[in-house]
């Protein structure tokens, strides 16, 4: 099983709806992330949180929630999905005390808003 | 306010030359990560640089992190078309090291 599990892998949905992208990881990290990318803009972060109660926003967090559910479990929700906010989506953990200074991302959402 | 400056944006070459990736930073960077996307995928993390003037190496690549900690480099010998993919510098900076600063990659495509 992969460290970081994000779902769905892609999704299409329509503008105004509510959506909700969800990360867990097996890796025992407490710091995780949301990430999307866009074609030449790199990542940019939404959000993140380094324990349960310890949320923060990112560069670009308007338009979006998250929820830190346990130590394992992180998700992102967009309240009305509106077309500019087609990308990719990426969780990532990390753990720089433990070590692991890299981030482990998982395989991504694709979300469409149409 | 602090960003990193990644070039070039594209790199084109033919199997077997060199590539080389750079990132500029305007500060003094705390430390700095490498990572390589490949075509449908995700960041993988390479390596992380932390002292001055630091030279690493995994196999054909070469990563440096300069002697004022304010840039970075990737350099690859003899590419091969397993190094296609976007390469990133993400780094972090001394009393803000709660979230890294990314370039915005460098596409590498192979020609065999």
């Known amino acids: 099983d992969a460290d970081v599990t994000q779902t769905p892998r892609n999704r299409i949905t329509k503008t105004g709806k509510r959506i909700m992208l969800e990360c867990s990881q097996t890796?025992?990290?407490?710091?995780m992330y949301w990430y999307r990318q866009d074609p030449g803009l790199g990542l940019r972060l939404i959000y993140y949180?380094?324990?349960?109660?310890?949320?923060n926003k990112g560069e670009i967090s308007d338009g979006y929630s998250v929820s830190r559910q346990a130590q394992a479990k992180f998700s992102l929700s967009l309240e009305s999905a509106i077309p500019n906010q087609t990308a990719l989506y990426f969780c990532?953990?990390?753990?720089?005390?433990?070590?692991?200074?890299?981030?482990?991302f998982g395989s991504g959402t694709r979300l469409t808003v149409v | 306010g602090q960003q990193v400056m990644q070039i070039p944006q594209y790199q084109h070459v033919q199997e077997g030359e060199d590539f080389t990736t750079y990132c500029n930073s305007s500060?003094?960077?705390?430390?700095i990560q490498w990572y390589k996307q490949r075509p449908g995928g995700h960041p993988v993390f390479l390596i992380q640089?932390?002292?001055s003037g630091e030279v690493k190496k995994q196999k054909r690549l070469t990563f440096q992190f300069g002697e004022a900690k304010k840039n970075s480099s990737l350099h690859i010998t003899a590419t091969q078309t397993t190094d296609v993919g976007t390469y990133f510098c993400?780094?972090?900076?001394?009393?803000?090291?709660?979230?890294?600063?990314w370039g915005l990659g460098t596409s590498l495509a192979v020609n065999p």
């Open positions: 500060t003094t960077l705390s430390n």
């Open positions: 993400a780094g972090s900076y001394a009393g803000n090291n709660r979230k890294l600063i």
């Open positions: 990532a953990t990390s753990d720089p005390t433990g070590g692991s200074y890299g981030y482990t």
């Open positions: 640089l932390v002292k």
């Open positions: 949180s380094f324990d349960v109660k310890d949320i």
């Open positions: 890796k025992g990290h407490d710091r």
